[in-house]
């Protein structure tokens, strides 16, 4: 009994262990199985994003080239359109040969010129230098260039985006225009003549040129220096010309339209209501257009040039111009010993009680003064202020021409009363500048009870205080001559107000840069200072000028 028992269990005890044996196979295979399962799933999953991440990588690229040939075509147009611009900026079209210098419809069927040595043009080298060469139809040029047409040339050219340039040479002078391919003004005539047909022009052919046309006559054969040149210019059509200016150098003609007869200029016998009805002062171009104009240019004492280029230009409506320009030979500046000797002679002492004491440190305040004032840099802020008053006064009006007739009476001397003159126009000082600077006015010494007078009618177009003049008035008298009185010590004139020859514009002073009281008069054409000394014994619009064609 006890023997069975224990085989009993025994064998329960065996068949245990072998079903724990076979669970624990069960769960092993069913944890290998969920294993693989997992690694399964994530090896799809895996390749899923795989698949995706090649298939964004591909799109990526793709866009990155599409985009790099779209520049790359962008930047070859780009490219061609620029070299062709440069290619074709400027074409020679015509090199002819003129049988004279009229209008250029007298040349059209002029035959072409056998040799191009009539005409060159010069390239400047990027070395320093030039290089020359004859022209000849169909050259082209891309960069700034300087052409040349010997007596009785004429040349067409093509320059992109403006039309077409002629220049023409007449049978006696040359003909010199310099072109520039990356400039806004793009053109410069240098000496002779040239015009453009517009590419807007309907008319397009050389009659645009007729339209424009002009004569022009000069009161002198040569100009000098700190002098005052008076031109007459008769317009062919004026209903035709939109703009007209010009300069003397670098400064600015000022044109007067004359509304009167040919044959009435400034002379003693013209009415002055009829040849200045419209005294206009506009800086290099105007657009009141009469068919006889008057052009008036300062010229610079400070000039030592052997000649200096006269321009005149006149505008179409439509985008032509034309523009003739010469060579004008220049004096050389020589004080005026009439108008020195009468200045002297006119001198009238003040007795000294009349000067206020003089400060013992008067050179050191007068040098801190200098250096604070010319280290700032404010006498070009100065000057900035007051172009705008020499180059943009408003007409006069009808009603001042009465007054104007003492224009043609010599230049009053602009104070009561004075000591002497302690500094004449064109001298060369060094009070504020260590290598000299040009006097462009004239300095009467004199107290501060002196008073300062109109020298001629006017109208007074500013009254101000500034930093390097100190207290200033300037006189208006027409045809853009002015007059400024400066470093006075108190104003006895308002701006707008009319001025008869002797009204009382303020009183001596030593106002602004100034080692003493005087007053620095100037006489100026626009914004050009020039000598009054002359005018003093004679007015430059006394008579009528013995007037000389200049030729084309």
């Given at each position: 009994?006890?023997?069975?028992?224990?085989?009993?269990?025994?064998?329960?005890?065996m068949?245990?262990?072998?079903?724990?044996?076979?669970?624990?196979?069960?769960?092993?295979?069913?944890?290998?199985?969920?294993?693989?399962?997992?690694r399964?799933?994530?090896?799809?999953?895996?390749?899923?994003?795989?698949?995706r991440n090649?298939?964004?990588?591909?799109?990526?690229?793709?866009?990155?080239?599409?985009?790099?040939?779209?520049?790359?075509?962008a930047?070859?147009v780009?490219?061609?359109?620029?070299?062709?611009?440069?290619?074709?900026?400027?074409?020679v079209?015509?090199?002819?040969?003129?049988?004279?210098?009229?209008?250029?419809?007298?040349?059209?069927?002029?035959?072409?010129?056998a040799?191009?040595?009539?005409?060159?043009?010069?390239?400047?080298?990027?070395?320093?230098g030039?290089?020359t060469?004859p022209?000849?139809?169909?050259?082209?040029?891309?960069?700034?260039?300087?052409?040349?047409?010997?007596?009785?040339?004429?040349?067409?050219?093509s320059?992109?985006?403006?039309?077409?340039?002629?220049?023409?040479?007449?049978?006696?002078?040359?003909?010199?225009?310099?072109?520039?391919?990356?400039?806004?003004?793009?053109?410069?005539?240098?000496?002779?003549?040239?015009?453009?047909?517009g590419?807007?022009?309907?008319?397009?052919?050389?009659?645009?040129?007729?339209?424009?046309?002009?004569?022009l006559?000069?009161?002198?054969?040569?100009?000098?220096?700190?002098?005052?040149?008076?031109?007459?210019?008769?317009?062919?059509?004026?209903?035709?010309?939109?703009?007209?200016?010009?300069?003397?150098?670098?400064?600015?003609?000022?044109?007067?339209?004359?509304?009167?007869?040919?044959?009435?200029?400034?002379?003693?016998?013209?009415?002055?209501?009829?040849i200045?009805?419209?005294?206009?002062?506009?800086?290099?171009?105007?657009?009141?257009?009469?068919?006889?104009?008057?052009?008036?240019?300062?010229?610079?004492?400070?000039?030592t040039?052997?000649?200096?280029?006269?321009?005149?230009?006149?505008?179409?409506?439509?985008?032509?111009?034309?523009?003739?320009?010469?060579?004008?030979?220049?004096?050389?500046?020589?004080?005026?010993?009439?108008?020195r000797?009468?200045?002297?002679r006119?001198?009238?002492?003040?007795?000294?009680?009349?000067?206020?004491?003089?400060?013992?440190?008067?050179?050191?305040?007068?040098?801190?003064?200098?250096?604070?004032?010319m280290?700032?840099?404010?006498?070009?802020?100065?000057?900035?202020?007051?172009?705008a008053?020499?180059?943009?006064?408003?007409?006069?009006?009808?009603?001042?021409?009465?007054?104007?007739r003492?224009?043609?009476?010599?230049?009053?001397?602009p104070?009561?009363?004075?000591d002497?003159?302690?500094?004449?126009?064109?001298?060369?000082?060094?009070?504020?500048?260590?290598?000299?600077?040009?006097?462009?006015?004239?300095?009467?010494?004199?107290?501060?009870?002196?008073?300062?007078?109109?020298?001629?009618?006017?109208?007074?177009?500013?009254?101000?205080?500034?930093?390097?003049?100190?207290?200033?008035?300037?006189?208006?008298?027409?045809?853009?001559?002015?007059?400024?009185?400066?470093?006075?010590s108190?104003?006895?004139?308002?701006?707008?107000?009319?001025?008869?020859?002797?009204?009382?514009?303020?009183?001596?002073?030593?106002?602004?840069?100034?080692?003493?009281?005087?007053?620095?008069?100037?006489?100026?054409?626009?914004?050009?200072?020039?000598d009054?000394?002359?005018?003093?014994?004679?007015?430059?619009?006394?008579?009528?000028?013995?007037?000389?064609?200049?030729?084309?």
């Amino acid at each position: 009994m006890g023997s069975q028992a224990d085989n009993t269990l025994g064998r329960l005890a065996m068949h245990t262990a072998q079903s724990d044996k076979r669970s624990a196979r069960s769960k092993t295979a069913l944890a290998r199985a969920k294993r693989a399962k997992q690694r399964k799933r994530r090896g799809n999953s895996s390749g899923k994003r795989s698949a995706r991440n090649k298939t964004r990588a591909a799109y990526l690229s793709g866009a990155s080239l599409g985009l790099l040939l779209l520049v790359t075509a962008a930047g070859s147009v780009f490219l061609a359109f620029y070299l062709t611009r440069q290619m074709d900026f400027l074409v020679v079209r015509e090199i002819l040969i003129t049988n004279s210098a009229a209008a250029p419809s007298d040349a059209s069927g002029a035959a072409n010129a056998a040799s191009g040595s009539r005409a060159m043009i010069a390239l400047a080298l990027p070395g320093g230098g030039e290089m020359t060469f004859p022209l000849a139809a169909g050259n082209t040029c891309d960069r700034d260039c300087r052409i040349e047409l010997a007596p009785g040339v004429r040349a067409i050219f093509s320059i992109l985006g403006h039309g077409r340039l002629y220049a023409e040479s007449s049978l006696d002078a040359r003909t010199r225009v310099r072109v520039f391919a990356h400039k806004k003004d793009w053109w410069r005539l240098d000496e002779g003549r040239a015009w453009l047909i517009g590419s807007d022009d309907s008319v397009g052919d050389d009659r645009e040129l007729a339209r424009l046309r002009f004569d022009l006559e000069s009161d002198r054969e040569t100009i000098k220096a700190g002098g005052l040149l008076v031109l007459r210019l008769r317009t062919h059509n004026p209903e035709h010309v939109a703009r007209i200016g010009g300069a003397l150098g670098d400064a600015p003609l000022l044109f007067v339209p004359v509304d009167a007869p040919n044959d009435i200029s400034i002379s003693e016998n013209a009415d002055p209501a009829e040849i200045s009805a419209a005294l206009l002062a506009v800086p290099a171009v105007t657009t009141n257009i009469a068919t006889l104009m008057l052009a008036y240019a300062g010229v610079d004492c400070a000039l030592t040039n052997a000649d200096q280029r006269l321009a005149i230009w006149s505008f179409g409506h439509k985008g032509s111009w034309y523009m003739r320009s010469w060579r004008v030979p220049l004096e050389g500046f020589a004080p005026d010993p009439a108008g020195r000797s009468l200045l002297a002679r006119s001198a009238r002492p003040y007795p000294r009680s009349v000067y206020p004491p003089v400060p013992r440190d008067w050179w050191q305040r007068w040098i801190i003064k200098r250096d604070t004032i010319m280290e700032a840099s404010k006498s070009g802020k100065d000057w900035q202020r007051l172009e705008a008053v020499y180059t943009n006064a408003a007409p006069l009006g009808s009603d001042f021409t009465d007054e104007e007739r003492g224009l043609r009476e010599p230049l009053r001397i602009p104070i009561a009363r004075y000591d002497m003159v302690s500094s004449p126009y064109g001298v060369v000082r060094t009070l504020t500048v260590a290598n000299g600077s040009w006097h462009r006015g004239v300095d009467f010494a004199a107290p501060p009870i002196a008073e300062a007078r109109a020298p001629w009618p006017g109208m007074v177009v500013f009254a101000d205080t500034t930093i390097t003049s100190g207290n200033m008035v300037v006189v208006h008298h027409g045809f853009g001559i002015y007059s400024s009185f400066m470093h006075l010590s108190a104003f006895r004139a308002k701006p707008s107000a009319r001025l008869r020859t002797g009204d009382i514009v303020g009183l001596v002073g030593t106002t602004g840069l100034s080692t003493g009281p005087h007053l620095h008069y100037e006489l100026r054409a626009g914004n050009c200072a020039i000598d009054p000394t002359p005018y003093f014994v004679r007015s430059p619009f006394a008579r009528e000028p013995a007037w000389k064609m200049l030729q084309e």
